[in-house]
């Protein structure tokens, strides 16, 4: 026999999901953000930093994975298929991506400006010992690189076929997640 579930009983499920998940992605910044031990940590802008990142990074499974389906089956599985998920994401990418910029900058304006401890983290990330880090892995390949790409994406709306703005929207993702990884790195080791 089938079993029927109803359309409000799978919008709660949504709901508590959702916050579940909510609660899951804000969990390391919080702990984190609390050890008064590390002053770089210390601050209500590094729960912030890791909940836009995680976002972003979850936008950037999703068109990776729809990517990915039509590059392993593209018989079975369209540009027109992944399409819809994937345009529908690349605007919350661009838009997630300028808040991560304004809140990892303002994060690391006022860590440079707070006590010697986390001035020095700061600096351990724009110039020391995790710069190339920083430079290379966080702003070029995970904001700059994803940025460009998913912008040409938008600008050439029409101008080019789907199956090359998914295969370009796949890149960025792979650029995103590369990108937060080596940001939660860069932060933590600082």
């Known amino acids: 026999p089938k079993i029927g579930v109803k359309a409000g009983a799978l919008k ?3 709901t508590i999901t959702a916050l579940i998940g909510l609660g899951v992605i ?3 910044g919080l702990l984190l953000g609390l050890v008064k031990a590390v002053p770089f940590w210390n601050t209500p802008m590094l729960p912030m930093l890791f909940l836009v990142s995680a976002l972003i990074s979850g936008a950037g ?4 994975v729809a990517g990915l389906q039509r590059w392993v089956l593209p018989k079975t599985v369209k540009a027109e298929d992944v ?3 994937v345009g529908g994401l690349v605007p919350a990418v661009v838009m997630l991506l300028v808040v991560q910029v304004l809140v990892l900058f303002l994060m690391l304006f006022l860590m440079s400006g707070a006590g010697t401890v986390a001035a020095t983290s700061a600096k351990f ?3 020391g010992a995790y710069a190339t880090a920083f430079w290379v892995g966080v702003v070029l390949v995970g ?3 994803p940025l460009v790409l998913v912008l040409w994406v938008l600008g050439r709306r029409g101008k080019m076929t ?4 998914v295969d ?7 650029c995103l997640l590369v990108g937060g990884l080596i940001l939660r790195y860069a932060v933590v080791a600082a």
């Open 83 to 85: 399409g819809e998920s």
């Open 168 to 174: 370009i929207s796949t890149l960025a993702a792979f």
């Open 61 to 64: 499974v999703v068109i990776l």
């Open 12 to 14: 709660g499920l949504s």
């Open 162 to 165: 789907l199956g090359r703005a």
């Open 143 to 145: 904001g700059v690189a």
């Open 125 to 127: 990330l724009l110039s």
């Open 26 to 28: 804000l969990y390391t």
